[in-house]
């Protein structure tokens, strides 16, 4: 399935004349890209001819040899003049669009940015040659805009080839081997160029042994990869393992103050850099859940986090080390330690400890990429520390891509918020960094070998989204949506191309809300199944070590997260949204539970009580899914059949499922409270 990348999406590029002027790898991608619109649409392209043609649209280096071509010139002359009055750079992945007589001109500086252009020009279809369009300039907030794959090479016993997929099996790897499609590989590279994303780890952060040999005797199998992501202006990293001197070195320690484990870690990254010379980095999860770390050695995340990073510094790369730390042996009868607080504790004090080089991932919320959480005080908490932001588009929490929800409204929020209050810098200036230098954005990936890449059709949107989000935060997700879906649907595809736009806003816009509204309430998250995390289990994790509760009883419900009588954490926050967590009366609605226990009967800001809150929207939400179905049969036989019965089956799972939850929800809290539901309905 192609994805955001039908032919037809390239119609209106493909019917013109196109000329390409530029030398180089991502060039020849580009020429790729052009030839084979033109060759199905009757278009025509040139290479840098040395006469003059007659074009519509010229992609054109800016600092490449003088065109003889009259047209490419007066379009560059144009195209250089726009950029002057804006008085800004195009960057090694920016680009210009613009008219220049009756020709629209791409510029970039370096080939990356004509591929990006490319990739534009085919978004706007028509919009692309529309004589009136001024002069645009992009260029990505973001330097660095990457996927983490958790793929495994040998399939493990409990997760199976893809820890949390939900997408078939590996793109990378079958049954402990490289799997070897390239042209399925290349197609993959093509779809994250087009939605924006620049880097991409090709295995698991939890690194069990045959991941680990990636890193040396294996490097070959990730260099492969690299040849391929490369022409598509995509840089790999790997997932290590902090072990790695002692499992793969042979050496008694893997302390970082140890002269022999430098050593080795110098020489194994030299070794990796003259096999894949743009290698990106070390992506690291260190004394989390189990993988090995620096504590072992009395250490702390700085000096395991710098060690990497003095490898990586003479070649360009970066560590990636996570913030996802915290103890999953707790005592559930030990109420002071609380789970949300615990990356910051254990990170803040490092603050300007880390080495340039390095990036901290931090989760976006403080538990676990549950569908409503509080953003995560770590992400402004370490001014002089590089951070990037990390999203799930691997629906492990929100529906296991057996669900439709379209998690672009959920991280837009996110990338929006203020921490230090209304108004101030956001979650997206974190990410980019007062001078550009903030750590980006990072996501796991929701992609597997199955054949609509994602399992549910519809979650390919959540990937796109992330992409673009990554590119420009401050884009409008319900705009993205709208791209998404027309390149994916394209018009010249469908009899009612209207209706079939009308038809996935109305299914998809809100559907991370109504996720919401049938799950766990309030904030208070986890009432998952344990280990595989689907579907509802109220108390699947409340007496569990791993540290994630409700705390429900006959009164109330929540966890008391405040300073006065809680666990502190709302204090991790600056002092505007400290205070306004800490309030059960300013606390917003939606994250009321995460931060404080109250009686069924509290009024919420909507005027509901909590109980009565949670038995509306669980009814709602189910109705909301049921009407998501009746839509989407509207589009029986209006598009790919394939595709239309994919999701009409997922959507018979969502709404059983949605059932179940509403069901578990209201039953469990109507035995705990005894408070009916002020509409009599049924509940068990
Ligand atoms: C979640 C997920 C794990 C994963 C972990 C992580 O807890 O369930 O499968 O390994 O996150 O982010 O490292």
């Given at each position: 399935h192609a994805a955001w990348l039908p032919p037809e999406a390239f119609r209106s590029l493909g019917a013109r004349r196109v000329l390409v002027h530029g030398d180089g790898p991502?060039?020849?991608?580009?020429?790729?890209?052009?030839?084979?619109?033109?060759?199905?649409?009757?278009?025509?392209?040139?290479?840098?001819?040395?006469?003059?043609?007659?074009?519509?649209?010229?992609?054109?280096?800016?600092?490449?040899?003088?065109?003889?071509?009259?047209?490419?010139?007066?379009?560059?002359?144009?195209?250089?003049?726009?950029?002057?009055?804006?008085?800004?750079?195009?960057?090694d992945e920016g680009f210009l669009l613009a008219r220049a007589g009756d020709v629209t001109v791409v510029l970039a500086d370096a080939p990356a940015g004509l591929l990006y252009g490319l990739f534009h020009v085919v978004r706007l279809c028509a919009a692309a040659f529309d004589p009136a369009r001024p002069p645009e300039l992009h260029r990505p907030a973001l330097r660095r805009r990457m996927l983490n794959h958790w793929d495994n090479v040998a399939v493990h016993p409990v997760m199976g080839q893809v820890e949390r997929g939900y997408a078939g099996g590996s793109i990378f790897w079958r049954d402990g081997r490289p799997r070897g499609d390239l042209a399925r590989l290349r197609a993959y590279g093509r779809l994250l160029a087009a939605s924006g994303i620049n880097a991409i780890s090709v295995n698991n952060v939890n690194v069990a042994r045959a991941e680990a040999r990636l890193l040396t005797d294996r490097l070959g199998d990730v260099a492969e990869i690299a040849d391929v992501l490369r022409l598509y202006g995509?840089?790999?990293?790997?997932?290590?393992?902090?072990?790695?001197?002692?499992?793969?070195g042979g050496l008694s320690t893997a302390d970082p103050a140890d002269e022999a484990v430098r050593a080795w870690w110098a020489a194994t990254t030299r070794a990796v850099y003259e096999r894949i010379p743009d290698f990106g980095g070390y992506v690291v999860k260190a004394d989390s859940e189990g993988q090995p770390g620096p504590f072992t050695y009395g250490r702390d995340h700085a000096d395991g986090a710098n060690l990497l990073a003095e490898a990586l510094a003479p070649h360009g790369g970066v560590v990636h080390w996570r913030a996802f730390v915290y103890d999953h042996h707790q005592d559930w009868r030990d109420r002071s330690t609380d789970r949300a607080r615990a990356a910051y504790d254990h990170f803040t004090p490092l603050d300007g400890r880390f080495r340039t080089n390095v990036v901290l991932q931090v989760k976006f919320g403080p538990v676990d990429f549950q569908v409503r959480e509080p953003v995560s005080p770590v992400l402004a908490a370490l001014p002089a520390t590089r951070v990037a932001v990390e999203f799930q588009v691997t629906q492990e929490y929100t529906g296991q891509q057996r669900h439709i929800c379209h998690l672009g409204p959920w991280w837009s929020e996110v990338l929006r918020f203020a921490p230090w209050g209304p108004?101030?810098?956001?979650?997206?200036?974190?990410?980019?960094?007062?001078?550009?230098?903030?750590?980006?954005?990072?996501?796991?990936?929701?992609?597997?070998?199955?054949?609509?890449?994602?399992?549910?059709?519809?979650?390919?949107?959540?990937?796109?989204?992330?992409?673009?989000?990554?590119?420009?935060p401050r884009l409008d997700p319900r705009a993205v949506l709208d791209e998404w879906m027309t390149l994916t649907f394209p018009p010249s595809a469908t009899a009612d191309p209207e209706l079939v736009r009308r038809t996935l806003h109305e299914i998809m816009d809100d559907s991370w809300r109504t996720y919401e509204r049938y799950t766990a309430p309030l904030g208070v998250g986890f009432m998952v199944h344990p280990g595989d995390h689907y579907g509802p289990d109220v108390d699947g994790y409340e007496y569990s070590r791993w540290g994630t509760y409700h705390f429900a009883d006959r009164d109330g419900v929540g966890v008391d997260r405040s300073r006065a009588s809680g666990t502190g954490f709302?204090?991790?926050?600056?002092?505007?949204?400290?205070?306004?967590?800490?309030?059960?009366?300013?606390?917003?609605?939606?994250?009321?539970?995460?931060?404080?226990?109250?009686?069924?009967?509290?009024?919420?800001?909507?005027?509901?009580?909590?109980?009565?809150?949670?038995?509306?929207?669980?009814?709602?939400?189910?109705?909301?899914?049921?009407?998501m179905r009746r839509r989407w049969q509207t589009l029986n036989g209006m598009i790919d059949p394939a595709v239309y019965v994919r999701v009409a089956e997922r959507l018979d799972e969502q709404v059983r499922s949605a059932i179940e939850w509403r069901d578990q929800i209201n039953t469990y809290f109507l035995r705990k409270s005894g408070v009916p539901d002020a509409h009599g309905r049924r509940i068990y």
């Open positions: 991502l060039v020849d991608t580009v020429l790729d890209e052009v030839a084979r619109a033109c060759a199905r649409y009757g278009g025509r392209m040139w290479h840098s001819p040395s006469w003059d043609v007659d074009v519509d649209l010229v992609l054109t280096l800016r600092r490449a040899d003088a065109l003889p071509s009259s047209t490419a010139q007066a379009a560059r002359a144009a195209g250089e003049a726009a950029l002057i009055d804006d008085g800004r750079t195009l960057g995509i840089r790999v990293h790997l997932s290590v393992t902090f072990a790695a001197p002692v499992a793969l108004g101030g810098r956001t979650i997206a200036d974190v990410a980019t960094g007062e001078k550009g230098e903030g750590g980006g954005l990072v996501a796991v990936a929701n992609t597997g070998d199955d054949p609509f890449w994602t399992g549910h059709p519809l979650a390919q949107a959540n990937l796109y989204t992330f992409g673009r989000l990554a590119w420009d709302a204090g991790q926050y600056p002092p505007y949204w400290a205070d306004v967590y800490e309030s059960p009366e300013r606390c917003p609605d939606e994250l009321l539970l995460f931060f404080h226990h109250v009686s069924y009967t509290h009024v919420l800001h909507s005027g509901s009580t909590v109980i009565q809150h949670i038995y509306d929207t669980h009814f709602a939400g189910v109705e909301e899914v049921e009407a």
